[in-house]
């Protein structure tokens, strides 16, 4: 049995082969929300993760520092990045259509044993079905970063922003209970809205989960467009400017509320 997730990959891939062959030089240098990053750059990075795992070695270590680097897993991204940095936007798509199309091949060759293989994944150990559900996510971030960057929005709707929406969902327990530290008891009813949205709520019992039902009486309820919620939660904005931009709607505790909001942010 294929699966469900290649089909997610194989989307969300061509649409970054879509935007790509839509775009000039110029636009391709443009900067992005990523410190330091291109448009050009959001690509290679994917390029870089997809050669990684195609078993290629990695170029060497850049002569220089990026001070936008903060961690161990951009310091592992920044070689490849550097590396395509000369090229042309259009020699780094093809570089992506033929990196991606391989790594395709492989995954559709899989059996059932190696997508349940135990390894290192960017959330800790987990089966290699795991990883590319990480990888799925992460190509779409930064689908929209490019976008962004770009003014042309799209690809916020269908499979892959169903998922996105769903992987960014299952985050919410370790943004409610362990970085905004809502107290025992407590609930936050998520309310996101627009071409992609769903309601649902996380529940403080010792720990803090996702609920199977919604709450009659939530302690907070944060409404907010799918956009907002996408760029919250992966870092892309600052929460500060968008509480005071009103971007997010706060019903309940205001000050439980504010929290949540100023620590949405889960990606590494």
Not at 45 to 57: N, S, V
Not at 197 to 217: E, I, K, M, S, Y
Not at 234 to 253: F, T, Y
Request: glycine share 10%.
């Amino acid at each position: 049995m294929s699966e469900p997730i290649i089909g997610v990959l194989e989307e969300v891939w061509g649409q970054l082969e879509a935007l790509g062959e839509q775009l000039d030089e110029a636009q391709w240098k443009l900067p992005t929300d990523c410190p330091g990053w291109s448009v050009q750059d959001n690509l290679a990075h994917i390029i870089g993760t997809e050669l990684a795992l195609l078993g290629e070695p990695g170029p060497p270590e850049p002569d220089k520092e990026f001070p936008y680097v903060k961690n161990v897993v951009g310091q592992l991204n920044e070689p490849w990045i550097e590396s395509m940095r000369s090229m042309s936007g259009e020699e780094v798509l093809e570089k992506f259509k033929d990196a991606t199309k391989r790594r395709l091949d492989v995954l559709k060759a899989m059996d059932a044993d190696e997508w349940d293989k135990l390894g290192w994944t960017p959330a800790g150990e987990g089966p290699y079905r795991e990883f590319m559900n990480i990888r799925a996510l992460d190509s779409w971030v930064h689908l929209q970063d490019m976008r962004r960057a770009l003014g042309l929005p799209g690809d916020q709707s269908g499979p892959v922003a169903d998922h996105a929406l769903g992987r960014m969902k299952m985050a919410m327990g370790f943004v409610v209970g362990k970085k905004a530290a809502a107290p025992d008891g407590s609930t936050i009813v998520f309310e996101v809205t627009g071409p992609t949205a769903d309601t649902f709520a996380v529940g403080v019992d010792g720990r803090a989960a996702l609920l199977d039902d919604l709450p009659g009486d939530p302690t907070v309820t944060l409404r907010m467009d799918f956009e907002t919620y996408a760029v919250l939660g992966c870092g892309r904005r600052d929460p500060a400017a968008a509480l005071s931009a009103g971007e997010v709607e706060i019903n309940g505790d205001r000050e439980l509320g504010e929290s949540v909001v100023r620590n949405l942010n889960f990606m590494i």
